[in-house]
């Protein structure tokens, strides 16, 4: 009796799939054609809400009852805020006087810690205001990564949330734990902020905003003031609580003054 020569399969040589595998592609297409479909008209007939359970809730703005969030959350995600000092250009001595300035709360994607760095270089006026009158407010909004613009709210509206933080600018000395956490902030998110401290003359200076008012205004009924101690706690990665019928507490956009038309949302 003779055994039959097996030929032994060459290594990487292609495999036909026989019937019966074939069979099971087919299957396994069709399986999950109806999936998707099964999935896409549950997204639909749940106006989304199927999507939005993959969404990151730490990038959406925070409800308009939450005050100390918001102002948390302006902060955050801020890369840059207008602040006031008064002037000491000769021509308008004691003028409010306005710039816009760098800033980081921490480095990119680390947590908010609500507190404000910022560089500052006695060849620009803001720094020379602040050394005469350490001073200063600035204002953060919601329209600064377009969301307000993008909702048809317009910038000036109450519903396009803003902050204004008062308070003095404290220079961090060099060295210190603070700056150490404060320089690597503004790097991470400020690259040409290295540029700028390797300049030799510029002597670009770390500061911290030390807060004395917070003011929010974030929908009708005129500015909200957040203590500093419900601000320091505001957690962002908290979900936040439902607001009227809106479990999810999400963000609502409403209707007067804008050119968008939501009639589920209810005025205060
Ligand atoms: C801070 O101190 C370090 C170490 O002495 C020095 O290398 C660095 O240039 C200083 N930074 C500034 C902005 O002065
Ligand atoms: C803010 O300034 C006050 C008064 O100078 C000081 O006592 C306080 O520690 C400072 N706060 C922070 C967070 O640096």
Redesign the pocket.
């Known amino acids: 009796m003779t055994i039959p020569a097996v030929p032994y399969k060459k290594f990487s040589e292609p495999t036909v799939a026989t019937v019966g595998t074939k069979r099971w592609i087919v299957l396994y297409i069709m399986v999950s054609v109806i999936l998707l479909t099964t999935l896409a008209c549950w997204n639909n007939l749940s106006n989304g809400a199927l999507l939005e359970i993959f969404e990151d809730d730490g990038e959406a703005p925070p409800p308009h009852t939450e005050y100390a969030k918001m102002a948390r959350y302006l902060v955050h995600t801020a890369e840059w805020v207008s602040m006031g000092s008064l002037s000491t250009v000769a021509a308008i001595q004691g003028f409010p006087m306005v710039n816009i300035i760098s800033v980081a709360d921490s480095a990119r994607g680390e947590k908010s810690t609500g507190v404000l760095y910022f560089y500052l270089t006695m060849l620009d006026y803001t720094a020379q205001d602040l050394h005469k009158d350490n001073r200063l407010t600035v204002m953060l909004t919601l329209d600064q990564n377009k969301y307000c613009t993008n909702n048809g709210i317009d910038p000036m509206e109450p519903t396009c949330a803003r902050i204004m933080i008062s308070g003095r600018a404290d220079k961090i000395e060099?060295?210190t734990e603070e700056?150490k956490f404060g320089?690597n902030a503004m790097f991470s998110r400020h690259p040409a902020a290295k540029k700028w401290?390797e300049t030799d003359g510029h002597?670009?200076?770390?500061c911290k905003l030390n807060i004395t008012q917070i003011a929010v205004l974030d929908f009708y009924g005129g500015p909200h003031y957040v203590t500093v101690e419900d601000y320091m706690a505001a957690d962002l990665d908290k979900k936040s609580v439902a607001v009227n019928n809106n479990v999810n507490g999400e963000r609502q956009i409403p209707p007067r003054f804008s050119t968008t038309t939501q009639e589920t949302t209810t005025l205060v």
């Open positions: 060099n060295g700056y320089q401290v002597n670009f200076f770390l």
